[in-house]
């Protein structure tokens, strides 16, 4: 290298020339096109998962349903067919075609009767649910399937027979070594008096309170929820602070900058819990549970303070105290943690069977366990909020809570539920101070439940 | 102030007024580096508006161990050969070889000159030769790493340079006789 090019890296060493405004316009404007294209494909992306979650499910709900089970009775039929040609005819047989072996007057009989509902079968449980000797209950599970020519389900109410086998048995055309514990019914709507003649049914069996039975769950379960910190005093000119400096000159003090949040907003959070369910009536239950929840919200704050050696963000509704520093805008994420005790009683709206639709309503109690505060600047620290020494929320509260829930019962032992709920707090035990908090939460969450049955009979 | 490290930070999050804040800070250091291998103010200012919207994309990847004014202006550089490779393909450096031999036989004097003079004499070079001129002269890059830059042989690389500095001479050699004339004249 010669002094002329070290003349020239001198001569270029710090030089500073300033662009044209129209330069950063055109930065400007790239960087919010990229960021649109960048929100269209995360939406798009979360639009995608979504529909394919809605598609998976409504795949695994139309693969459980009805409409696959005709073939299988169908094949069934066959099957049973086969093994009559065969004369190994087993106890498990299908009802239809039972029905079928009716000679000849019971088959004439349900075949009028079941002349319009066309060949779609299905079977259904019934259980075998004393063992007299002389009269065998039939009960089954829950209803009865009707099928039309249009292949449409129309599902009717429980019913309850109690048979004498002496005088009628429907499965009686053939040959069964024993009869088993658990038999299959033909889909179809039948009337009793159409396939038999003289008959006992026991009125008390077909008396709705039959069918109620002492029905304790245990349940457990996980969910989402959003918080709206809800917060008293918090409208827009609460959510500046102004920052004010002694001026001598004046011998007054000066606005020298705000802090301000701005943009505040939900952010999903999970919940587990578990809990207890008794029935009172058909129709009426009982609810008592126990949440653990991570509540997020968060927003905007142009602020930090330096308290002691640490630097941290500032949410004005929460308290701050030390030197202020003002920065472009950052984001802010409050997490609450809490337990909560709901107590609901529950009425049941709709009873599909096996599904039902329950409203909720009750009361609950909630303790909050912590309350932080984190900036997204690196090298600021998290929060950590005294309930003793902010006003902002209080420990204790006690708030409203309803909702609805869907019900599906897998079994007799095991059931899901879909619960979506709301919860405003209303009231503390503290009320003093600048901001107060009545906070409200809305969410939804899945539940497993284990039901430990006592029947009145 | 707002530290680099917090105003990194907050561009990573895509704060506009943190970007804006970041591009007051850096864009008048940069933009004689982006002159300098342009061939005028409109052409550095394209090369600058690609270069911010890198850094803006690449913060990320930044380690703070790294003299940031150095990352930015590696990528300011990177964007200019980029852009004038472009133009490169269309006036193709010649080998040295095909080039009749220049030689500056003595050494040129800058103590009277501002970077702005300099500047608009370097713009006038053709775009290969001003490239190796910037990469050898002032980046500090030698001509194998040049060629490797540039996709050229190191024998090119030096014959641009040789002829580059040969015209550069030349201009301020016309540039000091100007400032002669002009102080003889008063």
Redesign the interface.
Known sequence: MSNFEDDLKNMFDGAEFAPSEQLWTGIEEALKAKRKKGMFFYWQSYGVAAALALVLTFAYFFSKGPNQQPEQAVKTLTELKDKRASGKIQAKADSSENLKSIEPNEKAMASTRLGNLGQSLMNKKIEKVTSDPNKTRFVTSNELHMADQSNSLEEIAVMSMELNNDRFNPFAAIVLPQLPEKISIIKARWEVKHLVGPMEISSSDLAPEAKFERLLSLNGGMGSSSFDPNASGTSDEFNVAELRSFDPMLGSSAIVSSVKNENNQQLGSYAVGAGIGMALSPSWSLSMSLRYSEYRFAGESNAYSIEGQRSLPIYIPAGFQGDIVIVPNYQLTNSLTSLALPVQMAYKVLDLGRFDLEAKAGLSVDYFLSYKIKGDLPFLSTRKIDFSETSLFNRFNLGSTGGLGLNYELNPQWGLSADLFVRKYIGGFKEEGNFQSRPFVYGFSFNLRYFLRKDNN | M?LD???L??CI?????????L?DRY???L???A??YAKS?ED??DI??DA??KI??SLESFRMEAQFLTWLKRIVINTAINHNRKKMYQQPMLDIEKLAPMHVES?????N?H??E?LAMMQKLPVGSRTVFNL???E?YGHKEIGEMLEISEGTSKSQYSRA?ALMKAMIEEANKVVQINLAGR
Do not use: C, H, V, W
């Not at chain 2, 050494?107 to 103590?111: A, D, F, I, N, Q």
């Open positions: 707002i490290e917090q105003l930070a907050l999050k895509n704060d506009l007024k943190a970007q804006r804040m591009y864009a008048s250091k933009m004689p580096m002159l300098r103010q550095a200012e600058l508006q911010f919207i803006f994309d050494e040129m004097t800058l103590s000159m970077f702005t300099i050898f002269a002032i500090g500095k």
